[in-house]
């Protein structure tokens, strides 16, 4: 079966507060980081793969001689087929006529856009480099050239109101994306913004205005034709992104560069986030594990659940026997589960609290 590819490309301009991920503003290593990261796809490809996507960090920021030779080693590592999903996450201040020709030469066939907010009061403190203006101009720019876009917004920004919101809600669906990823922020340990917040010196909304933001968007971006399709993502038909799917379904893929994780068998393993590690070509992973069944069981569901179209009703009863049954009764008597056909699903307020109620079936 075809796998999928994740590439980690690292480098931003700042370390925006609220980022938990594996990234490096020194853009000096990134011929260096290049050079590994073309070594580990020599040392670890082969076979056949559907779905690309260039994550990072900001891949629009890494030169076009990297980027040409990373995508060229993928080709010849791995059979590509022509039209795949190959997906590059950039932001607005490097979206040009120009640079989304360019991607688009290499095959790029989506690009995944790091708006946030259109709120400029909500994106400085973030440390975000973009403005309204130019998220607006990348998105109208992608969106005209034909290229499959998706927008990534926050929910739960320090000084977003439900009138800011809103807002930026209704810009983002007069866009015409065809996807949007809208995701409540998550404080995560070692951000600056976690500081800030525990000092007192940052605030966030009062979280019940955050979940009734998020119900509303819910049947808000339906109404435009942006249908839930994952806890945090939107897409009109056919918009969905293919690459992100896998992940849900459990189905394989390979991850390169610093902090990458890869799934393949029963088999889930992941690289170092030291970049300077990763350069001097520290390429064995520093996580693995072997899902056992019971890992194997809460991955189908936790995973499955994540997805609008949820899971089997049978397949519950299968992996979690009369204890399935009770809790799927008692999530479709309390209303924070639904029925779709023959499976069950979370509702817009079950989505909210996911993780309590599965952590309930184990
Ligand atoms: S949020 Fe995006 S741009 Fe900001 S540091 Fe993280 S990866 Fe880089």
Redesign the pocket.
Known sequence: MPIGLYIHLPF?R???T??P?A?STDIALQDRYCDALIAEIDARGGGAADSVFLG???PSRTSRENLTRVVARLHEKFAIADGVELSLEA?PEDVTEDAIAFWRSLGVNRLSI?VQSFHEAELRPL??VHGRAQALEAVRLATESGIRTSLDLILGLPRQTAASFAETMETAIATGAGHISLYILDLEEGTALIRQVEGGRVSLPDEDLVASLYTEAIERFAKAGLAQYEISNFAKPGEECRHNLRYWRREEYLGFGIGAHSFVGDRRFANTRDIHHYIEGAHDPVFAEVLGDGEVRRETIFLGLRQATGVHYDDIVRLCGNGGIEWMERGLGDGWLRRVGARVAFTPSGFLLSNEYISQLF
Do not use: A, E, P
């Open positions: 931003c700042v370390h925006c609220y980022c991920f990234v990072g960090g900001t932001n790091g440390g975000r």
